[in-house]
C-alpha cells in the first residue's frame, strides 16, 4: 500500500517542525506549508531535516486566504495525492487587554488561527468523505479551555476549535473520519525559550510538572491521534499541559 499523505500548516514553526518529524518517522509522506515570510529560513530547515532523514514537501500559503488554500490543497493532492491526515496548526498571538486591544489584533488572530482551520479543512474534507478516511487533528491550546489574561483573541479563537472539532466529528464520523484536537499548555519552542528568564521561571512554577511541554510531547500526541488505529476517537481534546490545567 502506498504511504499516507499527511499535511500539516505551520510546518515550519516550533511545533510544526515536530509534528513533521514525527509523522514521517511513521511512515507517513509529508506535505507542510510556510508562509511567504518564512521564506529565507527555508534552506537551513530544509537542510536540518534532511540530516535527519526526514523528507517534506513544502508550499507557500496564508492560511486566512481561502482562495489561496484552494489552490493549496490541487497543489499538494497532484504532488503527493490525496490527503489523508491533514494537522491544522497554524497559528500566532497578539495579546493585549481589551481595554488595548486593537481591532486588527483581534480580526488577525481570528482569522489566523479560526478562520484558517475553516479554510483548509472546507477543502479537504470532501476528499476525506470520497474516499471513507481521514484524520483531522487541530492544534489549538490549554488557554482556549480556560481563558488566559490578555489573550481574548486568542483564546476565542482556540475555544472556537474545539466546537469545530466537536461538530465536524459529528458530521463526518460514519465516513472513517476523525476530527480530533489537542491543547497544548507551555512548549518549549525556541520562540516560548526566547521570553526573559524570570518571566519563563514564573511561568514554569505554576505548572504541576515543573516544566513546559517538548514539541516532540505534542508531535507525539498528534501521532498518536493521526493513527488508523485511532479510529474511535473522535470529536474529543486532548491536552497536553503537565497537569496544569485539569478538567473532564
Ligand atoms: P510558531 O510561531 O513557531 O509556529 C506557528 C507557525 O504558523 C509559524 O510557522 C507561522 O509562521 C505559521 N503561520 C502564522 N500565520 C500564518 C498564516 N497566516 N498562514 C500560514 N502559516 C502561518 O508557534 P508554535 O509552534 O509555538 O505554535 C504552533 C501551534 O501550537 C499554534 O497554533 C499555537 O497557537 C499552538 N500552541 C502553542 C503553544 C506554545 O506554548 N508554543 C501552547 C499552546 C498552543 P510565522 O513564523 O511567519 O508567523
New binding site residues.
Partial sequence: MSKRVALV?????????AIVTELAKAGFKVAG???A??AKILPDWKAAREKEGVSCELFE?????FDACIKLIADVEAKCGPVDVLV??????RDATMKKMKKDNWDMVI???LN?VFNVTRNVVEGMLDRSYGRIVN?????GQKGQFGQAN?SAA?SGIHGFTMSLAQEVARKGITVNSV??????????RAIDEKILKSIIAQIPAGR??E?EE?AWTVRFLADERSGFINGANVPVNGAQYTCF
Fill in positions: 500548516t505551520g510546518a515550519v514553526g516550533g511545533i510544526g517542525t506549508t510556510y508562509i515570510m518564512e500559503v496564508d492560511v486566512t486566504d491544522n496548526n497554524a497559528g500566532i498571538t482569522n489566523t488561527n484558517s492544534i489549538s491550546s490549554m488557554n486568542y482556540k491543547s497544548p499548555g507551555y512548549t518549549a519552542t525556541p520562540m516560548v513546559m511541554a514539541p505534542i
